[in-house]
C-alpha cells in the first residue's frame, strides 16, 4: 500500500461518488495506490478476504491512466416502495417528470437547503415485476428504477423521493429501500459506461 508524504502519512485510497447513507449498493468503485505491481488477482482475493461478510470485492484492474472520478457522472437507482400500489407510484411519476422544477429541501452541513431534484433525475419509471422485492410479503411495492446525473448540490434517492411527497403528495408509509445498480458515464442514448472498461480495454492491448 503506498502512504501520503507529510508527518501524518495516509493510505492512498480515494472513494468515487460513495452511496449515501442509508442506501445499498452493488457498485462502488475505489482506486488505490500501491507501492509495488501486484497482480489483479491477488489483490482482489487479499481485499475481500480482509472486508466483512457482505462486502465483496468483484473486480480489481490496472489504471491505465485519468481519474476515476472523471468517469463517473450518473448512477443507476432501483427504490423499493413496500406499501405502495404500483399504479399511486406510477401517477406521482407522471407527475414529477411532467414539472419542470421539484423544489425540495435538506438540511446539510450548511445548513437548509432549496434545490431542484428534478434536474438531475435522466429517467425514472415505474417497472413491473412478478414476486416481492427484498422479501416483502403480504403488501404491495412499487419499484422505481431511475438514473440520477451527478450534479452539485448533488440529489440523492431521498430527494426524489421527497420530490414525489411535493408534487403528488406520495408518502410511503414505511422506509423504501434504494440500492444503486450501476454508476458510470452515461452516454447520448441514456446507457451508463462501465468506469472500468477503459482500463480493461488498456491492459487487453499490452
Known sequence: ??????????PKISY???APT???????????????????TTLRLALDAALSPGLDVIEVVVAQGGSLADRIDASHWRIELPGVEPELARQAVEKFWASSEVLVERLTKQGRRTFDAREAVNRIDVIDQTGAPSEVVGVPCAILDLVIRQVT???RPDDVLSGLRVVADLEPPVPSRATRLAQGTLTAQGAIVDP???DRDGANHR
Do not use: I, R
Request: aromatic share 8%; charged share 20%; no cysteine.
Open 22 to 40: 442509508g442506501t445499498a449498493s452493488e457498485a462502488e468503485y475505489l482506486e488505490v495506490g500501491l507501492q509495488d505491481e501486484v497482480d489483479p
Open 16 to 18: 468515487a461518488s460513495a
Open 1 to 10: 500500500m503506498a502512504f501520503s508524504q507529510g508527518f501524518t502519512p495516509h
Open 153 to 155: 448540490p448533488s440529489v
Open 196 to 198: 472500468l472498461e477503459a
